[in-house]
């Protein structure tokens, strides 16, 4: 179904925003992309309509991946403070065509855990920003650093650190449960 002659106009002034930050070396790894994203949006930054090619009311996915992207004050914002504390990190501000369309997913969405994780900045004091971003990062798709030693794979500390409530009522350790059932987690 077409747009609207309204709706177009309004789609080009609106400019949103994702930001990438890609770390030299983390975790043992080359050159990890952190992929930031706007975290509990409280209202959308315009008519959900307009920004989504097709929209169906009640799409919370693709309201959702909406709702992560940046308009251009909070890029501009986030970005000078990730500056500020920058270790030689570069920064990827790419705008959005919209209205977006395909099947939208929201990174908030994506499970983590082992080696995927979550970066909160707001563990920085220095963070003061009138919104809250989150990051996420996946050390699959990274090169390990050569002659880097590291302490534990990721994916094995997440297996040895999970617990897995029976339905006995018992909390067993992943890694006793493997043993003793012969479950691969």
């Known amino acids: 179904m077409p747009l609207k002659a309204d709706q177009k106009i309004l789609s080009t002034k609106i400019k949103l925003f994702k930001i990438t930050t890609i770390i030299p070396e983390r975790y043992g790894y080359k050159d ?4 930031w994203f706007v975290y509990d949006r409280k209202h ?11 929209y169906r009311p009640g799409d919370s996915c693709s309201e959702a991946w909406v709702d992560e992207l940046f308009t251009a004050d909070e890029a501009e914002k986030f970005v000078g403070y990730l500056k500020e504390g920058d270790i030689g990190c570069r920064h990827v501000v790419d705008e959005v065509n919209l209205p977006a369309s395909g099947n939208l997913f929201p990174v908030q969405a994506v499970c983590f855990g082992g080696p995927s994780g979550r970066y909160d900045p707001r563990w ?7 919104f809250v971003v989150q990051g996420f990062y996946d050390l699959r798709a990274h090169e390990p650093l050569p002659g880097v030693m590291r302490s534990r794979d990721h994916g094995d500390a997440f297996v040895e650190s999970r617990l897995i409530f029976t339905p006995e009522g018992k909390f067993i350790r992943a890694p006793d449960l493997e043993k003793n ?3 691969h987690l």
């Open 181 to 183: 059932r012969g479950l």
């Open 124 to 130: 920085d004091e220095k963070y003061v920003l009138p």
């Open 32 to 35: 990890v992309a952190i992929q």
């Open 44 to 54: 959308p930054v315009a008519p959900y309509q307009d920004m989504i090619a097709d």
